[in-house]
């Protein structure tokens, strides 16, 4: 069985010596003895059946109820809890869920419960009849998609995909598609079916490259059409009006990143902006809700760039000083992570000298290369993620907590702003003054406007803040590409610079790009993007007979 991987305790650990000492026996059928269960604290586990069975740590699956299983049956009934989780989104919808331990707390430490949008669902009225199938379309065919963390092609029979919609929580870096990029994308599977009936499995990166979200999402009119044919379900007009309006508000795209999603303000939004300053040149940012959503780019601890979108209200004025106040939120999620991976690395190093023979055959390859982690370490990840743009190592969680140390000002600067703008002034040399509530002032080269709606490409915010050199050195001129009018129909499409026939890119005064392409030509252009992997389905008809996926045989009952 191969459950590396899964994000929970898998067995009893022992915390440290200060801690009732537990005795080690691993036979399939041992109990454990639920009295002597303390949480890393030193405090009592309180045991709760409604917490067990949407997240399942180990040590509370093997006491359901009154019911003691053995560690066999808890593993199974964990697979199947953690699957149910990551499909029904529980781990997406807030920074920890729902504390399976009295006394922890399940607030995040840099944001609330409303911060987190890549995993979520598109309003359900924004849901088109591929979104609510449950069939996925591949090259070879239609196939049903499932998740199989525990390698065994989900022999519990749980992880079957309930709608195409799910896919959305599978979505790790929010681009819009669902790739090898994301985090889950090597547990799902595809089963489909031969022309003789035959039962066929194989992992989805077999069957596609990637599966663009936004074919899901439906048009807003065909969205407000769903709505009104609900109309007489409304107990009143002003509740039916109420709904319409808050569907016409809402941007089925703000689920994405980003990068994807906004575009630069041009000259006349400028314009527009300048007209609600007031005599000092600065603008209310109340006066801002209403308009496009605005960001700016900011580089991150890993030196990349990337959009940071502002926020209006929100957050209360801190006492204490911004770096400060960002130092002390990173301590602590460190020394909790810390704390809770040197439990875990405790408990195996002591489990690896108790361990039968018949345990270490089923279990040794997980033993020896533990990948367990407790529901706290998942959202504790998932929070480091979302403040630095890392992907989470506990090299990379070091280095964040060795730049503290270093610089404390600047790297609370390069974690995502946990503070609020208060005004915007422009500056007679184009730039932009962000003021916020934390009493930081920043100076931006450049504003972003959300188009609402989200692109097969992303802005390359590196490029603006590389040198020239850098620049043509480091550029990939295949998958780059710009947005080009055409002459004769004044159509935008997006081309790679390889195929414009680039050859140097040349950075303007004025944040613009000068592209001199073979045949001697200048193009101008305000940005340039990173091409997404696009959904390569092949031509089905191309597919040999033999290699196709063919419907699900109905069976007839005599």
């Known amino acids: 069985m191969n459950i590396s991987l899964l994000s929970s305790h898998t067995f009893q650990i022992q915390i440290n010596q200060k801690l009732p000492k537990i005795e080690l026996n691993f036979a399939q059928t041992e109990q454990i003895k639920q009295d002597e269960n303390t949480d890393r604290f030193g405090r009592k586990i309180e045991y709760y059946d409604y917490y067990a069975g949407s997240y399942g740590d180990i040590n509370i699956v093997q006491k359901y109820g009154t019911t003691t299983q053995t560690k066999e049956e808890a593993l199974d009934e964990f697979i199947a809890r953690q699957t149910k989780s990551i499909l029904g989104g529980a781990f997406y919808n807030s920074t920890f869920g729902a504390s399976?331990?009295?006394?922890?707390?399940?607030?995040?430490?840099?944001?609330?419960?409303?911060?987190?949008?890549?995993?979520?669902?598109?309003?359900?009225?924004?849901?088109?009849?591929?979104?609510?199938?449950?069939?996925?379309?591949?090259?070879?065919?239609?196939?049903?998609?499932?998740?199989?963390?525990?390698?065994?092609?989900?022999?519990?029979?749980?992880?079957?995909?309930?709608?195409?919609?799910?896919l959305f929580r599978f979505d790790s870096d929010g681009n819009g598609f669902v790739d090898k990029n994301d985090t889950y994308f090597d547990k799902l599977k595809i089963?489909?079916?031969?022309?003789?009936?035959?039962?066929?499995?194989?992992?989805?990166?077999?069957?596609?490259?990637?599966?663009?979200?936004?074919?899901?999402?439906?048009?807003?009119?065909?969205?407000?059409?769903?709505?009104?044919?609900?109309?007489?379900n409304y107990g009143t007009?002003?509740?039916?009006?109420?709904?319409?309006?808050?569907?016409?508000?809402?941007?089925?795209?703000?689920?994405?990143?980003?990068?994807?999603?906004?575009?630069?303000?041009?000259?006349?939004?400028?314009?527009?902006?300048?007209?609600?300053?007031?005599?000092?040149?600065?603008?209310?940012?109340s006066k801002l809700q209403g308009l496009a959503n605005l960001a700016y780019a900011k580089q991150g601890i890993d030196g990349n760039y990337k959009l940071e979108e502002l926020s209006y209200l929100g957050a209360n004025s801190q006492t204490n000083s911004y770096a400060n106040e960002q130092y002390s939120k990173f301590n602590s999620l460190y020394e909790d992570y810390m704390a809770e991976f040197e439990a875990l690395n405790g408990f195996f190093d002591s489990y690896k000298q108790t361990a039968s023979d018949e345990i270490m055959a089923e279990f040794g390859e997980m033993i020896e290369n533990p990948e367990f982690k407790s529901t706290r370490m998942l959202k504790i990840e998932r929070e480091f993620t979302a403040i630095t743009g890392l992907n989470?190592?506990?090299?990379?969680?070091?280095?964040?907590?060795?730049?503290?140390?270093?610089?404390?000002?600047?790297t609370a600067n390069m974690l995502k702003d946990t503070d609020t703008l208060t005004a915007i002034r422009i500056n007679k040399n184009g730039t932009f003054t962000l003021k916020f509530?934390?009493?930081?002032?920043?100076?931006?080269?450049?504003?972003?406007?959300?188009?609402?709606?989200?692109?097969?490409?992303?802005?390359?915010?590196?490029?603006?803040?590389?040198?020239?050199?850098?620049?043509?050195?480091?550029?990939?001129?295949?998958?780059?590409?710009?947005?080009?009018?055409?002459?004769?129909?004044g159509q935008i499409e997006i081309k790679s610079l390889k195929d414009l026939g680039v050859e140097i890119i040349k950075k303007l005064s004025n944040n613009k790009f000068a592209l001199q392409t073979k045949d001697g030509k200048t193009i101008i252009i305000d940005q340039i993007y990173t091409r997404l992997m696009p959904n390569n389905q092949n031509d089905i008809n191309l597919i040999d007979d033999k290699d196709k996926f063919?419907?699900?045989?109905?069976r007839i009952w005599v």
Request: proline share 2%.
């Open 100 to 166: 399976d331990i009295r006394g922890i707390s399940e607030s995040g430490y840099f944001f609330n419960n409303d911060y987190y949008r890549y995993g979520k669902i598109p309003q359900e009225y924004y849901l088109n009849s591929y979104a609510n199938s449950n069939l996925i379309d591949t090259k070879f065919g239609k196939a049903e998609l499932f998740l199989d963390l525990a390698g065994d092609n989900d022999r519990l029979g749980v992880g079957s995909f309930s709608s195409n919609s799910q």
């Open 191 to 232: 089963r489909a079916y031969d022309k003789d009936g035959n039962e066929i499995i194989k992992k989805l990166s077999e069957v596609v490259d990637s599966i663009n979200l936004k074919d899901f999402i439906d048009s807003k009119s065909n969205a407000l059409k769903k709505l009104e044919a609900q109309k007489d």
């Open 237 to 285: 007009i002003e509740a039916y009006e109420n709904s319409l309006q808050s569907l016409k508000d809402y941007n089925p795209y703000s689920i994405f990143k980003p990068e994807v999603r906004y575009e630069s303000m041009n000259e006349n939004d400028i314009k527009e902006l300048s007209k609600l300053a007031d005599e000092d040149g600065w603008i209310d940012a």
């Open 392 to 410: 989470f190592t506990l090299e990379n969680l070091q280095k964040v907590k060795d730049s503290f140390e270093k610089d404390r000002a600047n």
């Open 437 to 489: 509530n934390s009493g930081r002032e920043i100076i931006v080269n450049e504003l972003y406007k959300d188009s609402g709606k989200a692109f097969d490409i992303e802005l390359n915010l590196n490029a603006k803040f590389a040198t020239q050199i850098e620049l043509n050195q480091d550029i990939d001129l295949v998958v780059s590409a710009a947005k080009i009018q055409d002459k004769i129909t």
């Open 550 to 554: 063919y419907p699900k045989p109905l």
